[in-house]
């Protein structure tokens, strides 16, 4: 499975929504969406700064990822950006790939 970053925003509904809930809540919410779409999620953590929350967790591809992010993006409450993330083994992997790229004017 395939490793991703949500970063998500709250809307002021959202926000109000979370003061309702609690974060326990949320997380719960968010856990059980992302186990139904075939995932894991490794952890959710609240910041309140320039993203609200981040949530780390592994999916089956990009598309279970785009879905669930168009699906949260709809409720208007909460806004949600996707990025895929690599471990150092993967990052070992892909470093030693070979490649016939050639830079422009070369």
Request: aromatic share 6%.
């Amino acid at each position: 499975m395939a490793k991703f970053l949500l970063k998500s925003t709250y809307t002021i509904e959202g926000l109000k929504g979370l003061v309702n809930d609690g974060g326990t809540k949320r997380a719960e919410v968010v856990r059980k969406m992302i186990e139904e779409a075939g995932g894991r999620m490794e952890s959710m953590h609240f910041a309140f700064a320039e993203d609200d929350t981040y949530v780390l967790c592994e999916l089956p591809d990009q598309k279970t990822a785009t879905g669930l992010a168009v699906a949260i993006g709809a409720t208007g409450s909460v806004s949600v950006r996707i990025t895929p993330v690599l471990t150092p083994a993967e990052v070992d992997e892909v470093t030693r790939m070979e490649s016939t790229y050639t830079p422009p004017g070369r």
